[in-house]
């Protein structure tokens, strides 16, 4: 049992590349969801998924699209990436209670 | 949490001293809150939750406190250990909602 699993760890890209960030879970959770985290800040909701084929966003979503058509994955995709980018993106997943598990991270620098 | 963008604050204690890291909630509608431990370079790991039909509750070595009234949350620690320095954060939600409104996080340094 994994948990939450991320690929890439760490990631560049330039200013107008696009990219998707991986996420998947073993546990057979529902709710997924993606956060950012910047320096000296706590994490911010990008998008979320309660199930397959559903997802809504959440504080800061713009710039990011999500999908959801299995269970156990829920990508991240930066249809254009911008420097504003640069953070640290979290997946999380829960079952049916709320505490969510995290993942260990990608870190993301935008030139 | 209120999440205000400030500078990490940092509580420095030593070894075997109690802990106690505050947090502050601004939505009054929240019903159930997390606090969550996060080592440099890793996500964040679970800790202890609460629901708010409780003020308190006990883990292995750690407390959560709840206050509603002014929306106020606190972990102790007891017996701090160097495996405890990490940055922590709380967040809370309401039932069913389970997007996560995070704190701006505590730096907990433990000198040996």
């Known amino acids: 049992n994994a948990g939450v699993t991320q690929t890439p760890k760490f990631q560049v890209l330039k200013t107008g590349q696009s990219m998707t960030l991986q996420c998947a879970q073993d546990?057979?959770?529902?709710?997924m969801s993606w956060y950012r985290q910047d320096p000296g800040m706590g994490l911010r909701l990008i998008h979320y998924s309660v199930g397959a084929g559903i997802t809504d966003q959440g504080e800061v979503p713009n710039g990011y699209n999500v999908s959801r058509s299995t269970t156990e994955d829920f990508p991240l995709r930066l249809l254009s990436a911008a420097p504003s980018q640069t953070s640290v993106y979290f997946c999380?997943?829960?079952?049916?209670?709320?505490?969510?598990?995290f993942g260990p991270g990608t870190r993301l620098t935008v030139l | 949490g209120e999440s205000v963008g400030l500078h990490l604050p940092t509580l420095s204690v030593q070894e075997g001293d109690n802990s106690i890291i505050n947090c502050a909630y601004s939505n009054s509608a929240s019903d159930y809150f997390i606090w969550y431990k996060q080592e440099s370079g890793k996500g964040p790991q679970f800790i202890i939750d609460i629901r708010s039909n409780m003020d308190k509750r006990q883990g292995q070595r750690v407390t959560v406190l709840l206050n509603k009234t002014v929306k106020h949350l606190s972990l102790q620690i007891a017996a701090t250990q160097p495996g405890d320095s990490a940055v922590y954060f709380c967040a809370d939600t309401t039932t069913g909602r389970r997007a996560l409104t995070f704190g701006s996080g505590t730096r907990l340094q433990v000198q040996p």
């Open positions: 999380a997943s829960s079952s049916t209670t709320d505490t969510q598990y």
């Open positions: 546990m057979n959770h529902e709710y």
